[in-house]
């Protein structure tokens, strides 16, 4: 379905007329972090199933996120060159096809290199997903719809161990990759008969050195950093920075020399983008942090199931769909200061009970830190999505968004490889102490990894003061937007 520009205009002016596209986005996305996530609950029985190691399984993980990593920054490049509608469904089939490959896999080996193919098919979604959605959403209405796309966002991580941890127990693991294929099949055919074809920036020029440099620099520091949990001064830790600095700067270097480069780094030349996409990455570390430790928290130190753990989880999950969708309506009145400012406090909040639940601690308190935590998550993370997108000139939105999202993986990794660094040395320094067990040895370096957590939320909500309202389209409403460009650019 290809539409002009007026027509594209008139049509995105009612909010039913982008139910149906915005179904197939949701679905595709929900898919895609749904296995992100699930497959860590899997691992013990998969190393059954394959008879198998989990040291060698774990790259089924590990492969994933590399393939991801790898594919981020090339999405908007792609997306201009061929069209976001054409880049969707292609990612959409391509991982679709991998969950099928995997779901039939009968070796570990097998099952690791389908899962890259589920990567390279999932990596595109997320920032075409969300370039699509700001692009076809009424201007009036932009927080809102970012807000409902949140949804799958924030829910398909949190419920993704419950449902695993479920199928894994009663079903069978094949299941985790069976579910997506009605999803991905659904989401195919939405998209092919109500998405509409959006030409990006038209690309004259093939930037051959930074579709080269891009994968192998993102690709390398996320592995690194991944390595970083087994210790930062191993062989692979270091040669994964190594490899990953060095091709680093020369894509910045290359980039920053292209007319028409795949990532457009120049908006760092903006302050108010700069503050903004600072304030993101310390808002991803305290969140990410938090989330991969509270599962690892209730599993180690509780010694629940992971069935159980994704339970106790729901509390987070019900706040975070809940709150997505009032911080949604709220960003389009309010901008996203005092939204974030909000959700920083709420995580630091969370962050403070969890490092004060103790081995026999109160089921309520913990219960109140992950509505907290899921109430900051939904509060705070599509605002500044958006607020971040709002900053860049429109016909680079692709471009940026393959920036953000490429920058969001490298950050959780960082996030999870030094929060696991601190857990292990508290480990060593309660284990020292005489008298301790080994259930408060652990109470006690939890605690102190979450105390870690509420200064990183508390650095978040000093600097989200600074985030000033922007408005989707201001410069071009003012005429001002060839002179923004020019400005960012030079």
């Not at 009612?14 to 996305?29: E, T, V």
């Not at 449902?163 to 009605?182: C, E, H, K, R, S």
């Amino acid at each position: 379905m290809s539409i002009s520009k007026n027509r594209l205009e008139e049509q995105t002016k009612s909010m039913k007329a982008i139910i149906i596209p915005l179904i197939s986005i949701i679905l595709g996305l929900f898919m895609v972090l749904f296995d992100g996530t699930a497959v860590n609950v899997a691992l013990p029985k998969l190393s059954t199933a394959f008879d198998s190691p989990l040291s060698l399984l774990q790259w089924t993980v590990t492969g994933y996120v590399l393939a991801h990593a790898a594919v981020i920054p090339l999405s908007g490049w792609l997306s201009d060159r061929f069209g976001a509608k054409q880049i969707f469904l292609f990612s959409i089939a391509f991982f679709t096809l991998g969950s099928i490959l995997v779901a039939i896999s009968t070796t570990a080996e097998q099952m690791i290199l389908f899962r890259v193919i589920q990567g390279i098919g999932g990596g595109m979604i997320m920032p075409i997903s969300i370039a699509f959605v700001y692009k076809v959403s009424p201007p009036e209405k932009v927080g809102t719809v970012m807000g409902v796309m949140g949804i799958p966002v924030l829910l398909a991580p949190a419920l993704a161990p419950l449902l695993a941890g479920w199928l894994v127990d009663y079903v069978t693991w094949q299941w985790i990759f069976i579910i997506n294929i009605p999803i991905g099949i659904i989401a195919i055919i939405l998209g092919i008969r109500s998405l509409p074809n959006i030409k990006g920036e038209p690309s004259t020029s093939l930037d051959i050195w930074g579709i080269l440099l891009a994968p192998i620099a993102f690709a390398s520091l996320s592995y690194g950093i991944s390595e970083g949990t087994n210790g930062w001064t191993s062989s692979r830790t270091l040669w994964g920075l190594l490899i990953g600095v060095i091709a680093l700067f020369m894509f910045i270097w290359v980039e920053l020399r292209q007319e028409q480069p795949i990532l457009e780094l120049r908006v760092f030349k903006s302050l108010k983008f700069n503050i903004s996409i600072y304030i993101q990455w310390i808002f991803q570390i305290a969140l990410f942090g938090t989330m991969f430790m509270v599962p690892l928290f209730l599993q180690e130190v509780h010694q629940y199931s992971a069935l159980k753990t994704g339970l106790l989880m729901l509390p987070q999950a019900t706040a975070s769909g809940i709150f997505v969708l009032i911080s949604g309506r709220l960003f389009d009145r309010l901008g996203a200061r005092p939204l974030v400012m909000s959700g920083m406090a709420a995580i630091g909040g969370a962050a403070f009970l969890l490092s004060h639940v103790s081995v026999s601690g109160e089921m309520t308190m913990l219960i109140l830190a992950l509505f907290l935590l899921g109430s900051g998550m939904g509060l705070a993370m599509m605002p500044l999505t958006t607020h971040i997108i709002q900053l860049a000139p429109s016909h680079l939105v692709d471009r940026v968004t393959a920036l953000t999202s490429a920058a969001q993986q490298f950050i959780s990794s960082f996030a999870i490889a030094g929060l696991m660094t601190i857990l292990t040395s508290q480990m060593k320094h309660f284990t020292s102490v005489e008298g301790l067990s080994s259930l408060d040895t652990m109470a006690n370096s939890f605690s102190a990894t979450f105390k870690a957590l509420i200064y990183v939320s508390v650095i978040g909500l000093l600097l989200s003061m600074l985030l000033v309202k922007s408005q989707m389209g201001a410069a071009d409403k003012n005429g001002q937007e060839t002179l923004h460009t020019r400005n960012m650019m030079h």
